[in-house]
């Protein structure tokens, strides 16, 4: 089974960074996409973000494009959200995801979900 742990979040000011991270423990890390997702009060979970399983290939939310980066570390196995120019409507919990089938864009083909961390961004 695959366990993901999110960590980073917390307090921030408009237009300040933040640096999310997800450790990933059991199954084979390295062949999954992995995907970053977020959830606003009262809101929907939305698509933030996907990684490759090489890292050669990302795709991101339109409304976080050019701000937003994600990588991996496959010998770390570890997925990262580096977030900088953040503004209120980023703040949400954050998860991180894993496919295994291939890759998507799309929550429900991810297979394996962490409990999220919850950035606030401050105006």
């Known amino acids: 089974q695959v366990q993901l742990v999110e960590a980073g979040g917390g307090l921030v000011q408009a237009g300040g960074s933040l640096r999310l991270s997800c450790a990933a423990s059991?199954?084979?890390?390295?062949?999954?996409?992995m995907g970053w997702f977020r959830q606003a009060p009262g809101k929907e979970r939305e698509f933030v973000g996907a990684?490759?399983?090489?890292?050669?290939?990302?795709d991101y939310a339109d409304s976080v494009k050019g701000r937003f980066t994600i990588s991996r570390d496959n010998t770390k196995n570890a997925v990262y959200l580096q977030m900088n120019s953040l503004k209120p409507e980023d703040t949400a919990v954050y998860y991180c995801?894993?496919?295994?089938?291939?890759?998507?864009?799309?929550?429900?083909?991810?297979?394996?979900w962490g409990q999220g961390t919850l950035v606030t961004v401050s105006s």
């Open positions: 990684i490759s399983w090489s890292g050669g290939r990302t």
């Open positions: 995801a894993a496919d295994r089938r291939g890759y998507a864009t799309t929550q429900t083909w991810y297979d394996y």
């Open positions: 059991g199954g084979t890390f390295s062949t999954y996409t």
